[in-house]
């Protein structure tokens, strides 16, 4: 309760402070407006160049991935049958 009283006593201490210095309101403003345009800018250029940065790597570092020969194939499917036949002697022992 005591929050809502001092947010509204606050509220209406604004809008009389608005009210009296509106023109210097006014000047603060059409100075900090350029300023947050700037800053907002610069922000959006960096974070621009950054992800324009890490695109950059990814491009670099894709692999050339080569299609698997038969060959190799076959010397897997081999191996593969050797450890299952492994596998089934050790669950027997």
Avoid: H, N, R
């Amino acid at each position: 309760m005591k929050t809502l009283i001092g947010g509204a006593v606050a509220a209406v201490f604004g809008l009389i402070g608005l009210s009296v210095w509106w023109k210097p309101f006014l000047q603060l403003l059409a100075g900090a407006i350029p300023v947050m345009l700037l800053l907002g800018g610069g922000l959006a250029l960096y974070l621009g160049f950054d992800e324009l940065k890490d695109t950059w790597k990814k491009e670099d570092t894709k692999v050339d991935t080569a299609p698997v020969q038969t060959d190799d194939v076959e010397k897997y499917k081999a191996e593969i049958g050797e450890l299952k036949k492994e596998i089934e002697g050790l669950k027997k022992a």
